[in-house]
């Protein structure tokens, strides 16, 4: 400690080479937890003293609590074996961006604040145009441009302001009189997105504060997509009774069943109606790094913005999430406000980006570091690599299921999510799931399609190998058989 109580630099350095070094060891080690945490509710808590101490404690003995306290609640997103939700990739160059980003203790709100914290992030955005095959018009050379947001969630917040802003001003125009903030009534926007889409629009909508009521849900084809004629269909309906359509949001690749909206058929029907539309291939988007992939995305240059996360499936930990605008001022318009104490010359020249105007918050962290040093370690190659392993390994556990005969696809296999079910219905699928996360040996989660329960196999974790999906099948196979012979 020096005079004032600070870590001396000397000090961090012993303290940090002891965290690097536990972090190795979780790397190895990480195998043989039980995947989902066995913590009962407050078990954690009780652990922990009632007041914080007074006095400061040595570093040792935080981290000795790290493993006795911490480690036993905590589910284990880096295990080979969690085939949960979507994954929430870390590897190591993205865990060292991110922990330089925390030692430059960089604020990156203005480009005044720290220039390489904002000319990074527009470079590496520019650099993800090329290599996802995003169209020409998000790079920041054209009209457009991309940034570093918290999560898709704020993207698509980000996204509706802006097009809420855009729709009520050509609604005033139109009509001759501002809308009210809640946009009731004659006049009120609405926004549509499908039945399967992500829980974060209906949020953003509240938000923003559209009104739930004004969030329209379109019917969906036999393959959880958009119905783009229905699409049609609700926005007419809507302009009949006065109001002004404001926003679609596209999903590509569903977090229920990865399931992917039509976007030149739904792009079309947005021209037409002069409809701002947004895309969230949170998951999926990570994929089009390879050519064979970027369907996914055809049709993308008719959207007005697109997000999604690296901090999924892209190798860079949370919390990172892309975002694109193909017209970055009528993003600047909705959020741009400027008091006296942010005026700056550089500002004023307009000669360069202040990504506070981009974002919800002020304040930034330096995320830019860790995206880059992943690109920089894995290379464009490396990356395609990690994504084709992952999407070969779903195929070969899909191509399992088909085969057997006690269980089934519920739909497409999508972007390394595998959506399946055992014949034998609701009741035995979800026994099935809780005998196979209880068991520790592998983590996976349900989701309801056309009414029916199915489990949700999504491989996407860094240390996830062949023999690792190969022994989650035999796993499962066995419990299946176990739970069907005691009868359940
Ligand atoms: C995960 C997910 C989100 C939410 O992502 P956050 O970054 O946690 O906000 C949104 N949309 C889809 C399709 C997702 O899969």
Redesign the pocket.
Known sequence: MDDAGHMTPDAFRRAGHAVIERIARYMEEVKRYPVLSRAEPGSVRARLPEAAPETGEPFADVLRDVDEIILPGITHWQSPNFYAY?PANASGPSILGDLLSSGLGVQGMLWATSPACTELETHVLDWLVDLLGLPEGFRSSAAGGGVIQD????S?LTALIAARERASAGAANRHGVGLGPAGRGAGRLTVYTSRH??S?IEKGVKIAGLGRENLRLVDADGRHAMRADALEAAIAEDRARGATPAMVCA?V???SSGAVDPLRAIGAVCRRARVWLHV????AGSATVCPEQRGLIDGLELADSYTF?P??WLLTNF?C?CFWVADRAALIEALSVLPEYLRNEATESGAVIDYRDWQVPLGRRFRALKLWFVIRHYGAEGLRAHVRHCVALAEWFAAQVEASGEFELAAPVSAGLVCFRHRAGDAFNEALMNRLNESGALYLTHTKLDERLVLRLAVGAVATRRAHVEGAWSRIVETAQALAAAGA
Not at 151 to 154: C, D, G, Q, T
Not at 280 to 283: E, G, P, T
């Open positions: 979507f999560s898709a969630s704020s698509t889409a992500h974060s999903t690749g569903t977090t969230d291939a949170a998951h996360n901090h999924k919390d999430s």
